[in-house]
Each structure stands twice: as C-alpha cells, then as structure tokens.
C-alpha cells in the first residue's frame, strides 16, 4: 500500500526495486510457476518434455526462453479436447471464485479462471495501475468498460474500491446515461476503450455540454489501440478536457496490468506478477533493449489457469530506464504498436490500422470513426483496399480535394495507396466495445 496519500507511487518497496533485487524475486517465483505447471498439469508436462525441457533447466532467468511459448489457438484446442477449461487449470475447484473468458473478437473465446488469492492478487495490482495515472481515495470512477464476463470492467471495480472510490459501475452501454452522469453524476475519472471515449465526446458536443461544464480530470483508455497515436489521444483529450492515459491487458494474463504514469512514457509493466519478454517472431530469440518484438507473458503469481510464455501478438519494444515517476520496472515506450494478426498485406504493402488511424485522425474534417474494406474482383483477380472516413459536414462528404489529400497522406504513411470513400458523418456505426475496423471481403 503507498505510504501516504500523495506518494506517486502505490507500492514504493515493490515499485523501486533495484533491477537485481526484482529480478531476483521474478526467478523464485518463476521457477514456483514452473515446478507448479510441470507437477500438476499434464498440459503443460506434455509440451515440456516434447520441447525437452525440465524444470530443473531452469537455472536463471534467461532459461525461460528454453521453455516453449503457448498461443491463443493451442489453449482453444486444448479446452476444445479437454472441456470445459483445459488441462491448465491448476487450483482445486474449491479455490475457484470467477470465470472470465476472453472478448472472443478473434475467435472461440478461451476461458480463464480466477480463484481466491487471483482475485485479490489483480485488484492489488489494477489498484496500482490506476494509482499510477492519478486515482485517489474520493474519486468518483465512471466504469465504462463491460462488465460481466468480459474481465477488464472486474478488475477495474475490485481496484477502484480498494483505493476507496465512489464507482459507477455502469459498463460499456447506454451512452445517454453516460453523458448524463458526467454532466451531473460528479463523475471525475473515466474508463473506456478508446472508440467508445471519442462516441461520448462526440455525444457531450452534440448536447452542448463543454468540457469544463463537467467535473472530469482523469480517462484512461485500453482494450483496443489509439490512446498511443497522438491524434486520437488529443482528440479524446479536448473533447473531455482530461488528462488521457493508456491502459493495456489480456484476459488470458492479467486483464488490466499495464499503464501509463503521470509522466505518459509509456507503458509500465506489473514486473512482480508477471515476466515480460520481447521476442523476434522471425527467430524466437529475445529482442535487445529498445527492439521491437512478440510481447511474450509469463504468469510469476497466478493460482488457478497460470500461462507460462504466452505469445500476445502484440508488437512493443521495452526500456528498464528509471521512469520520471521513480518506478524501476520496464516500460514500453509508444505502448502496443499493433498486433499480428491485424497486419494487412496489399500490393506488397504491410500496414496495420493504427497507422491508417494515426492518418485520419490527423484531419479536422474527419470524424474519429473509419472502416478498412479490402475485397478482390472477381473478373480479374485484382485487391482492392477502400478506406471509408465520414466527413464531419455531410454537404461536403464527396469533396474531392479532401480525398486526394488523405489518400497522399495514406500513401506516405502506409506505402500504398488505397481508394478513398468519404461517407456523410454519422453513416459508419458507433462503437461501445473494441472496435472492428477491417471488413475482410476477399
């Protein structure tokens, strides 16, 4: 707990740890994870020895790269034979407390379970999430992200009382309810994907409410890219007259374990609880300082469904400079620079959405939403990629000057040059949840 009410820092002892005394504490736990998995997981034994590895390998930290990844797919296929959670389910089932299963947004969703001590273990943690960007005892926490099964919205509640907040634990819906609460609830800190911040900016403006009609200060954004592109994030930030954080999680691992500080540097990573490694996709090997790669996760603390390497698929770089905020863990700065299985291939171009993001966000006369459509014609065989943006005044929705300036823009940014379609604002759906902006037609 922090030493006082003003400290930077929720868990000074932990957070400033000198790198050796941390990573020392990582490799007594890691090797408790390994033994753990290895004894009493058959999942996990099995693809030990068939990668011929033993937990008595595990001699220092750096072993763990001996040890084989696990993929979202492989975990699917494992619940699918071995229903209802897979043969990685550790805790009795007297210890279990929630189940909590990924968004699904990519496929079957994979389940995971959290038992007693996991559930106090994720709220200690988020609590030090949302301490870190500036949450206090008194707030008043408006909770938009989904509640129910969908995990980020637990966590966040569990920290928030922790830290003795008033929560409005209202979930990723009823928009006019939202906009009604900041503008009378009191409402002081706001937690949101970022597609679903910018819908209630955009619905604050159109009721005439101004952003200091409202007694918001703090927003803090995850479950999708954007908070990172520097439009998006000034976007959200003047249209709610915050300061705005990023915030990032996996259901599989932890589903709000990383944020942005005060000093918005990038990512800070919950290093006591969980081993981070940034891998090269092309030759599995760990990634220097400062190289991009494979976000790769291993469980040091989790009791009841723990991952031992899980391979994220998002790109980030690491750095384990001292942050200005005193915290000694590694960060990523510009946080998650895109996933995988989002990259787009077009004409020998690879781009990924937060770039066609970071493009049309970058333009006053665009609305915030845009679509990626990509089909294939059928006479000739030929792709095509069509990017769909609103025009903010929908008189001016087929100017042509603006089309050419965009698709420059894309050019530049992208390598490519995709076709340009600018639809009346308030034609492309809005989007309470993680948005979905590739239409796959090919």
Same mark, same amino acid.
């Given at each position: ?119 106090? %273990?994720? !709220?200690?943690?988020? &609590? ?5 960007? /500036? @949450?206090? *005892? +008194? $707030? ?54 970022? %597609?679903? !911040?910018?819908?209630? &900016? ?5 009721? /005439? @409410?101004? *952003? +200091? $009609? ?229």
């Amino acid at each position: 707990m922090p030493h006082d009410g003003q400290s930077r820092l929720y868990d000074p002892e932990i957070e400033t740890m000198d790198r050796e005394s941390l990573r020392s504490l990582q490799f007594e736990r890691l090797k408790w994870q390994i033994r753990r998995c290895y004894d009493h997981s058959s999942f996990y034994r099995e693809r030990f020895e068939r990668h011929g590895v033993h937990p008595d390998d595990l001699r220092t930290l750096a072993d763990i790269r001996r040890f084989p990844v696990v993929t979202k797919e492989e975990l699917r296929e494992e619940q699918r034979r071995h229903p209802p959670f897979g043969r990685y389910t550790l805790a009795p089932q007297s210890a279990w407390r929630e189940l909590h299963p990924s968004s699904g947004t990519t496929g079957t969703p994979v389940n995971t379970i959290w038992s007693e001590r996991d559930v106090a %273990s994720i !709220a200690n943690f988020t &609590a030090r999430t949302i301490w870190s960007f /500036g @949450v206090r *005892p +008194g $707030d008043t926490v408006q909770n938009a992200f989904s509640y129910g099964l969908w995990v980020a919205g637990m966590s966040v509640h569990y920290a928030a009382a922790r830290l003795g907040c008033f929560v409005i634990p209202i979930g990723a819906t009823m928009t006019e309810r939202q906009v009604s609460y900041l503008s009378t609830g009191g409402s002081t800190v706001l937690l949101a994907t970022p %597609s679903y !911040a910018l819908y209630i &900016a955009e619905r604050l403006r159109q009721q /005439g @409410v101004a *952003p +200091g $009609d409202i007694p918001l200060r703090i927003g803090c954004f995850g479950g999708e890219p954007g908070m990172e592109v520097e439009a998006t994030r000034r976007k959200i930030e003047t249209g709610l007259g915050i300061d705005g954080y990023d915030y990032y999680g996996l259901a599989e691992i932890g589903p709000t374990m990383a944020s942005e500080c005060h000093a918005k540097t990038g990512l800070h990573w919950t290093e006591d609880h969980h081993l981070i490694e940034i891998v090269n996709p092309e030759t599995m090997e760990p990634c220097h300082l400062g190289e991009v790669g494979i976000v790769v996760i291993t469980h040091l603390t989790r009791e009841a469904t723990p991952m031992v390497r899980y391979w994220t698929n998002d790109y980030a770089r690491i750095t384990d400079d001292p942050c200005r905020c005193g915290s000694t863990h590694v960060r990523s700065p510009g946080g998650i620079l895109g996933r995988a299985d989002d990259m787009i291939i077009y004409r020998g171009a690879k781009f990924y959405p937060i770039q066609v993001e970071k493009v049309v966000r970058s333009f006053a006369e665009l609305g915030d939403e845009f679509r990626i459509e990509l089909n294939t014609n059928r006479e000739t065989g030929v792709s095509h990629c069509t990017i769909i943006v609103e025009h903010l005044q929908a008189a001016h929705a087929r100017d042509e000057s603006l089309a050419e300036r965009v698709r420059r823009a894309l050019r530049e940014e992208l390598l490519v040059t995709p076709s340009i379609e600018i639809r009346p604002w308030g034609t492309l759906e809005r989007t309470t949840f993680k948005a979905q902006r590739i239409i796959d037609l090919r």
